[in-house]
Structure formats: structure tokens, C-alpha cells
């Protein structure tokens, strides 16, 4: 017996030193490798230390596919697909572009942000056009080594104007309409922290008039799982004050609500799709993106015209990196529309349109412990659009026939919401 088991921790040790051991890694190109021991990794970016001891972080994206197949068989290590968008995004957002621009109109400074870090620049024009400011105002500043967050800081305050990372792009924005649309993120905890301690601290040193009822709100949904609902700038506050405490779950793809209605949907929504119009009417934009995923697309026309909006309005974007999605939610903005699957495919309507009440099914196992869901139900209801919940129709409960099922009645708008923070919250768990 002694010597099975001796045997056994004798395999165990090798298994360990040689899981454990540096390795080489090579590049998604082939002509780069490097000599490394792994340390972590999440949904983007690879964690490895070098025989030197020096702690060296690598996005995923340029390991080599025999790489990244490595990595996925390594336990407890969950590498899903990134957005490719907003993975660009991040990293650009951390990239230092040098340049000069005197006099130089907006749109032009950030046509060349743009293509240095290879990713969309779009401008929310109808918030834009609500305080008077055009895409043509003029910029004089330069940069030599301040990474692109601080360069929009520094372009956009002086126009009172800020940015968002939104629809697969970097949106150029305003502070009123950020104020407006707060956005649910969800946070890991790096340790055994108290996080009653901590919830309270970040409410009383982050955006302290902020919180309250109805707005934005932080709640524990699980043990070591926090869901915060605050605007994007207050996001970033949170991410880079509490670093050493919580981790941010970043999303790895667009979540699909799951209905029966969307399921032929799902690989569309999610597909690259650029685009190019240059003052090309509604109906034709509609006419190109459906023939590009292959989906039917159609109007909701009483309820434009009911609008006064025409189908003949002329609509301009340039967009090479964002989802279908995304495109759809960009593209009929500015005319204060947007859109919701139908059973023959996409319907674009007016918002006072999409508010109708719809009832999905989710399923909530190990997303908690507590098989009542009381917790997660009350944490979702205040972090999840929590104005949307006033509705005598909306609600949002366990499942009166299925164990660890939510049942959810309300608008598409908040179930894509609710689908996208209930696929992060099961990255946070695993």
C-alpha cells in the first residue's frame, strides 16, 4: 500500500512540476516566441512570468492557435471568445498616440484617433445637437506620451462633451446623456474581503450624491459577486480606485436574449458587420444590412409616420469593427428609433413602440445558492434598468414551475440588458 501511494505523489509531483514549469509561447504570426511560466488568464489577456521573474501581461488575441488551445485545456482556466471590438477598444484606449492638430475640426482629430488604433470613433449627434456643439468644432492640442483615455478627456472637456465605450465603439457623447443611461457592470472580489465594508465605502467616496432609489445602486448577488449600476465614467472611477480589491468582468461576446424569436437571430446579432452610407435613405440601409446577415428587416410604418419620420431620411455612418447589433442601435438613433425581433425577423419602430411587455424565461442555476432567488431577483430588479420595473406589467420572479428559472416580463430593451448581465455573472462564478 505504502508504495502505491508513494507512486501516486511521485506522478502527482512531476504533473505539478511540469504544469508549473516555464514553456515557450509563440506568436500569433509565428516569428515571436518567448520563454514563460502562466500565471492566469481571463477573457482577454494572458498573465505569464519569465524565467527573470518579470510579470509580463499578453492579450490573448496574439497568442498562436496552438497556444490558445493549450490554454483551454488548463484547469480552472475559462478563456470564451472576446468581443473583438471592444477588445481592440481596451487596448487602444492604453495605447499613447503622438500628434499635433491646430484649428483642426473635431471630426477630423478623431477620423485619425480612429484609424491609429484601428478601431470605430461615432458621435451620439442628436446629444451633440441638443447643446449646440458640432462635429466640426475646432481642436488645437497635441500629445506625446498620454495615453488615449486622457487624450478624449483632455479633447472632449473643453466641449463639454465625453465618451463612452457603447456599441462595439468608442461613442463621443455628452455628460448629460451619460448621466442618463447608467450601465450594469459586474465585479469580482480579489479575496476574502468584506464586502458590506466595502459596498459602503464605495458609496460614500465614488459619486456620493449618485446613489439612491430608482438610479443607481450597488447590491451582493452571491458571495464575492457585486453588481453595480452607475455611468460609464463612475465605472472607470470604481475600476482603477478599488484595483486591488475587485475585478470587473468585461464582456466576451453580445448576449442573446433567450427567446424563441431570437434564436434564428443569434449569429447575425453577433456578426461583424461594416458598414458605409453616405446619405443613403432609411429603407435602403435597412434593405443593405438585411441582405448582408441574411435577415428580414421591416418598418413599424404607422408608427413613423405617426412620427413624421420618413423612410426616405437620408442616414450617414462609417463603421468597419461593430457587431449587427450594435450597427442597428447606431444607425437608427439619431432618428430616436430602434428595433426588436420578430418571428419573420427584425422589426425598426419608435421606443414608445418597443416598450411593450415581453415575457422571457432565464435560467439562473449556479448563479446562487438560495433556491427562492429572493436575493438575485432584488439585486437584478435595482441594477437592471431599475426605472423600467415601475410598470405594472414588468416583473421579474422565480419561475412558478422550474427550479432556479427566473420569469420575466418587460421590454426588449431591458431584457437585452438583463441577458448581457446575467451571461457576465456566469463568468464571474466560474
Known sequence: MSTIRFAVAFLLSILIVHCSRAREWTDSSGVFTVEAEFLE???TTVWLRKPNGVVIQVPLERFSEADQRYLRLLPGVDISPANPAISRIEQALAAKPAFEFVNTQLHRVTDFLAERGGIDIDFDTKALDEIGVGTDSPV????KDGTLA???DRLLNPLRLTWLVRHDVLLITTPQEADASPETRVY??????????LIKDIRATTAPGSWGPGSCAVRQVTPGVLLICQTQPTHRLIENRYADKLRMIHPTDTAVVPHAVCKNLTLALNDCTPVAFMETPLDNVAVVLGVSRGVRIAFDRQALSENGISLDSPMTRLLKHARFRCVLDLVLADLGLTWFPTESGILITTRRRATEIVEVEYDARRLTLDPSLVDLTDALK????????HDPKASIAKHPEKEFALAVKNSWEVHWQLAQVLQDLRQAVR
Open 188 to 197: 469580482v472580489s480579489r479575496g476574502n474581503h468584506d464586502l458590506a465594508a
Open 150 to 152: 486622457e487624450v478624449l
Open 41 to 43: 488568464a481571463s477573457q
Open 382 to 389: 435595482n441594477t437592471v434598468a431599475p426605472q423600467m420595473w
Open 140 to 143: 488645437t492640442m497635441q500629445n
